[in-house]
């Protein structure tokens, strides 16, 4: 095992623990305040108790501060429909229910505006902005809508847009002989190997990651650089049947490394074949994305 593949292993040995898996909406809950059950101004109805509920949960931020929980709490409920469109946040209630200070609640609205999830106008205020108007390209939002009621329509989505996105980036990264991120790639798929030996799900999927972005990279192409994040988030809450990495197989492992034999033999026709063939790991893929054509 090479010194890289070891580390690797190690590295995600030690950080097991943090990791959730799919359909946990609460990996990083609020922790709950002092009090928090007689906290919550009377304004807030119907959907208000959930948001109660939400800020009650048990404590496991995973490092993240306290803006950064609220961005969690608040985004996951105007995705999953919590809070509807149009519905109008005021930061003095929020501020109240989760007992945070103005600037938590200023930061945490502006990033979700940022986002598209929300808007805010003089005289109008603060308000939740429809499906139309999101961000939905944000990994932010792509996560919240794979967990929540949303799950099927985002995976299926997922699927479509990956095939769109890393068959083409195979083909493209065939073309250029850098060495260093080709080894890179090489070293990815030995990880995914003794992981998947040693039962090893969250190494393997740690590699995974890094494999699909290496080859993105290769490929390039600025613009799909810039779609990266798309796929990193894709893979990130795999789960169902339409994603294709979504766990360790002797298969998969095996069509990666085809995807490798093809780049280093400089074959854009082999790459793409063995990324179409890796994305349709299971047969469920075909009733989502039809296979194309062979040219």
Same mark, same amino acid.
């Given at each position: 095992?090479?010194?890289?593949?070891? !580390?690797?292993?190690?590295?995600?040995?030690?950080?097991?623990?943090?990791?959730?898996?799919?359909?946990?909406?609460?990996?990083?809950?609020?922790? /709950?305040?002092? %009090?928090? @059950?007689? $906290? +919550?101004?009377? !304004?807030?109805?119907?959907?208000?108790?959930?948001?109660?509920?939400?800020?009650?949960?048990? =404590?496991?931020?995973? %490092?993240?501060?306290?803006?950064?929980?609220?961005?969690?709490?608040?985004?996951?409920?105007?995705?999953? +429909?919590?809070?509807?469109?149009?519905?109008?946040?005021?930061?003095?209630?929020? +501020?109240?229910?989760?007992?945070?200070?103005?600037?938590?609640?200023?930061?945490?609205?502006?990033?979700?505006?940022?986002?598209?999830?929300?808007?805010?106008?003089?005289?109008?205020?603060?308000?939740?902005?429809?499906?139309?108007?999101?961000?939905?390209?944000?990994?932010?939002?792509?996560?919240?809508? =794979? #967990?929540?009621?949303?799950? @099927? @329509?985002?995976?299926?989505?997922?699927?479509?847009?990956?095939?769109?996105? /890393?068959?083409? =980036?195979?083909?493209? =990264?065939?073309?250029?002989?850098?060495?260093?991120?080709?080894?890179?790639?090489?070293?990815?798929?030995?990880?995914?190997?003794?992981?998947?030996?040693?039962?090893?799900?969250?190494? #393997? &999927?740690?590699? @995974?990651? /890094?494999?699909?972005?290496?080859?993105?990279?290769?490929?390039?192409?600025?613009?799909?650089?810039?779609? &990266?994040?798309? $796929?990193?988030?894709?893979?990130?809450?795999? %789960?169902?049947?339409?994603? %294709?990495?979504?766990?360790?197989? /002797?298969?998969?492992?095996?069509?990666?490394?085809?995807?490798?034999?093809?780049? $280093?033999?400089?074959?854009?026709?082999?790459?793409?074949?063995?990324?179409?063939?890796?994305?349709?790991?299971?047969?469920?893929?075909?009733?989502? $994305?039809?296979?194309?054509?062979?040219?």
């Amino acid at each position: 095992m090479t010194t890289l593949a070891h !580390s690797m292993m190690t590295a995600a040995r030690s950080a097991d623990s943090g990791l959730a898996g799919p359909g946990e909406l609460d990996r990083y809950p609020y922790a /709950e305040a002092p %009090g928090a @059950d007689r $906290v +919550g101004p009377p !304004s807030w109805g119907g959907a208000d108790a959930e948001l109660g509920r939400v800020g009650r949960r048990s =404590a496991g931020s995973r %490092g993240r501060g306290l803006h950064g929980q609220l961005v969690q709490q608040l985004g996951q409920m105007i995705v999953s +429909g919590d809070l509807g469109a149009d519905r109008p946040l005021v930061p003095e209630e929020i +501020g109240q229910r989760f007992e945070v200070s103005r600037t938590v609640v200023r930061e945490s609205l502006r990033v979700l505006e940022a986002k598209g999830l929300v808007s805010a106008r003089p005289n109008v205020g603060t308000r939740v902005r429809p499906v139309s108007d999101w961000n939905l390209l944000d990994p932010d939002i792509i996560e919240w809508r =794979a #967990f929540g009621p949303q799950r @099927d @329509d985002q995976r299926r989505e997922l699927a479509e847009l990956r095939w769109t996105i /890393e068959p083409l =980036a195979a083909r493209l =990264a065939a073309g250029h002989g850098r060495e260093d991120v080709q080894q890179r790639l090489a070293d990815m798929v030995e990880i995914m190997g003794h992981a998947l030996a040693q039962g090893d799900s969250i190494t #393997f &999927s740690r590699a @995974d990651a /890094e494999f699909h972005s290496l080859l993105i990279q290769l490929a390039s192409n600025r613009m799909l650089e810039h779609l &990266s994040g798309i $796929v990193s988030a894709a893979l990130h809450v795999s %789960g169902g049947p339409v994603t %294709g990495c979504d766990r360790p197989t /002797e298969i998969s492992l095996a069509h990666h490394a085809r995807i490798v034999e093809a780049i $280093v033999a400089a074959d854009p026709q082999g790459a793409e074949s063995a990324m179409r063939q890796l994305l349709m790991v299971h047969p469920e893929v075909e009733r989502v $994305v039809p296979a194309p054509r062979e040219h």
